[in-house]
């Protein structure tokens, strides 16, 4: 079986596994006791702190761990928020931001503040301007990931983070998917990571605040961790994850040129040999051993469920894989093609014949899935073509309605349109994408009884 789901969660390094197992037996106590083993624990609690923050590039004494990344996003947005709260109520988010950050921006809403969401490019990054419009004299608080977790795009940290000084305003960095790679570009204010995506134990977060930022620390008060993560430390899991993140960095250089190369034979060759694919994402400004590609008229559980008997572990950000049927929300702030969605991260170690029996087995997949939802191969033109057409797809899911409108782009001539009645959410993105595609115009969306139609006007 070939794992290509390091995204979401590494396989433990050899170095976390060796870690973890000695320190069962050193740091079991409580590291706050004088006596012996607390002393011992505190010891290994201590050098895991002094690992980390040389990995991340902060003091020791600038850095806790958490139970979790999403609970350092979560303590590291309120406590940052609360600790300016006299600033304002003001949060500033990118639209691909993990789940994570978009949670706290909502219970900050809730709660009565507000958040402005910077839009990205059709390659998934923000212009640091746009961060720099989105600021106002109430912002406490900006957030911006260093990589997407679904498109692998590295995002402009520094660049974002000089407007961000500038306007006064402190910049939080979620490093999850790029921490392991190297360190996050300077001039960030509030840092946070998860072992689990670097191959340390999952239970263990990183969360680190400069010295300087206003902070204060939400929920009942604990004396561990300066207050800002509560409960006893797992202090075995937190050696792990250290010396996990230790060693990763010490192979990242090499590892990173070998993944890239790989990486970038998928990319090259999936657009070559599988029709009606995008591969989404900034080509050159990406993490390592991440693609991601959406293929035309195909469900994406289906195609999942496929490569899975291939012995192939990838991932998907398709509504079609979605028990609410709602797409990824990286992908439609994109405006790229949402259905037949599928995430490729390369784990360390991928080897060349791996990434070859993936590709030579991608292409006859894809169509099998198209054939079983009766898919076109090609638009044949009516030898009657009509002025324009009605496609009902109402209470048909993704990629339905957009097999449907290549089914039948080709009976009404050029100059004509296509009306798409649909009220599955994915159209809403999909079939846009699907005109930018197969260079169609898309002319708007407009009302119906039910769901909505969607026009389409024959160009080619």
């Known amino acids: 079986m070939s794992y290509f789901d390091t995204a979401s969660s590494a396989p433990l ?41 040389e990995a991340v590039g902060c003091r020791p004494d600038e850095l806790v761990f958490t139970s979790s990344g999403t609970r350092a996003v979560h303590t590291g947005v309120a406590g940052a928020l609360h600790g300016r709260r006299r600033v304002g109520r003001h949060l500033v988010v990118s639209a691909v931001e993990h789940s994570s ?42 957030c911006l990931q260093s990589a997407n977790h ?60 400069r010295k300087g930022v206003r902070f204060a620390p939400q929920g009942a008060a604990d004396e561990r961790e300066s207050g800002r993560a509560a409960g006893f430390e797992n202090i075995p899991a937190i050696v792990a994850a250290a010396a996990s993140l230790r060693a990763v960095r010490a192979e990242a250089a090499a590892e990173s040129v070998r993944l890239r190369a790989l990486v970038d034979r998928i990319r090259t060759t999936v657009a070559r040999v599988v029709p009606d694919v995008e591969v989404v994402g900034d080509p050159v400004r990406r993490l390592p051993h991440l693609v991601t590609f959406s293929c035309l008229y195909v469900d994406g559980e289906t195609l999942l469920h496929e490569l899975d008997r291939a012995e192939f572990s990838v991932s998907s950000g398709s509504s079609c894989t979605s028990s609410t049927l709602t797409p990824s929300h990286v992908l439609k702030a994109m405006g790229v093609l949402t259905e037949g969605n599928i995430r490729v991260s390369l784990p360390a170690g991928t080897t060349d014949a791996e990434v070859d029996r993936f590709l030579e087995v991608l292409p006859g997949l894809v169509a ?52 798409v009645l649909a009220d599955d959410e ?7 994408a699907w005109c930018e595609m197969r260079g169609q115009e898309y002319a708007g969306e407009e009302p119906a009884d039910r769901g909505s139609a969607f026009v389409v006007r024959r160009l080619l």
């Open 101 to 142: 950050v978009l949670h706290s921006a909502a219970a900050l809403e809730a709660a009565g503040g507000s958040f402005a969401e910077v839009a990205v490019d059709r390659a998934g990054a923000v212009d640091p301007s746009a961060y720099g419009r989105a600021l106002r004299a109430d912002t406490a608080l900006a």
């Open 368 to 419: 099998g899935v198209r054939e079983k939802l009766g898919a076109p191969v090609a638009a044949a033109p009516s030898p009657a073509p009509r002025a324009s057409l009605v496609v009902d797809a109402l209470g048909r899911r993704c990629p339905i309605p957009v097999i449907e409108l290549a089914k039948v782009i080709g009976e009404v001539p050029v100059g004509g349109t296509v009306t």
């Open 150 to 209: 679904e498109v692998g795009t590295v995002q402009p940290v520094a660049e974002t983070a000089e407007v961000c000084a500038a306007a006064g305003v402190p910049l939080l960095v979620d490093a999850a998917q790029s921490l392991g790679w190297g360190p996050v570009p300077g001039g960030w204010s509030l840092l946070t990571a998860s072992a689990h995506k670097w191959g340390g134990p999952a239970g263990v977060g990183l969360l680190a605040v």
């Open 13 to 53: 390094h050899p170095v976390a596994r060796q870690a973890l197992l000695a320190s069962l037996d050193e740091g079991w106590a409580d590291p706050a006791r004088l006596y012996r083993e607390g002393r011992r624990a505190g010891l290994l609690l201590d050098a895991a702190r002094e690992a980390a923050a």
């Open 426 to 432: 994915a159209a809403r993105l999909d079939i846009p």
